[in-house]
């Protein structure tokens, strides 16, 4: 199997799009290293490793709760799966907080939580990825499809994310001479549980509208594309793929 041997550590891996990218990882043979955010992960935990066993027998998982907003904290996540697998070679960061409001009701608490998520965690991220990755290996970092696609009252959400392509440039350069790949993925609205809480059903049916086949994206659409960049995709570095159906073309 492509990936047999190899570490992948996935941020937020336990549910949702991180959930989706772990099955499609042991599909092809990789040892999982999968970090949850609170203690209610656990049992999101429990039931994505009987899927994932049930996926690969053979595969090593191990998991890792913690809030990585902190400098120290990603470290420790860095340090704590080095210890228990050796090494990592892909590092897979899908960690993002949404938020949808008109600029002139967003507090200084809300800017600070949402660049805390969104932009430094990314950026501490790949600091420890770049130090940690094995030669050879594969940095993914989940972006949005606003980046492309510019709306109200996602200000602050998009504005959060956009750092994320620069940091992605200048990380690959960086690496380049290890052949470690550096990329952003973007999906689209996604059909998720923190997706629809801050959409009105009309905004709902407008963002399908968008899409390839009147839909929002799923996080099938994205986890293969994921697999694709650990394996046969290499030779991609430095980009940022919108996969969001058409979204971004209108």
């Known amino acids: 199997m492509a990936l047999t041997g190899k570490v992948a550590l996935i941020t937020g891996g336990v549910k949702n799009l ?67 697998f050796g090494h990592v070679d892909i590092v897979v960061n899908t960690i993002g907080k949404v938020l949808k409001k008109p600029i002139t009701e967003i507090s200084e608490e809300e800017y600070d939580t949402m660049f805390a998520v969104n932009s430094k965690t990314a950026f501490f991220v790949l600091k420890e990825a770049a130090a940690h990755v094995t030669d050879g290996g594969k ?19 998009a504005g959060s994310k956009a750092p994320v392509e620069h940091f992605t440039r200048g990380v690959c350069k960086e690496l380049q001479s290890r052949r ?58 430095g980009q940022t793929i919108f996969a969001n159906g058409g979204y971004t073309t209108r």
């Open 18 to 84: 991180g959930a989706q990218c772990a099955i499609e990882l042991a599909g092809v043979g990789a040892n999982l290293a999968l970090h949850y955010h609170s203690a209610g992960g656990k049992k999101d935990a429990a039931t994505l490793e009987t899927t994932l066993k049930e996926k690969n027998p053979s595969i090593k998982v191990a998991f890792y709760q913690g809030d990585l907003t902190s400098a120290g904290a990603v470290t420790k996540l860095f340090q704590d799966v080095v210890r228990d």
């Open 139 to 157: 940095i993914i970092s989940i972006v949005t499809a606003l980046l492309g696609a510019f709306t109200g009252y996602y200000t602050s959400y």
């Open 180 to 237: 470690i790949s550096v990329n952003n993925v973007a999906p689209g609205p996604m059909d998720t549980p923190f997706f629809y809480p801050q959409e009105s059903p009309e905004a709902v049916e407008y963002h399908k509208s968008n899409g390839m086949g009147n839909r929002l994206t799923m996080v099938e659409d994205i986890a293969p594309i994921i697999r694709f960049l650990c394996t046969d995709g290499a030779w991609i570095t």
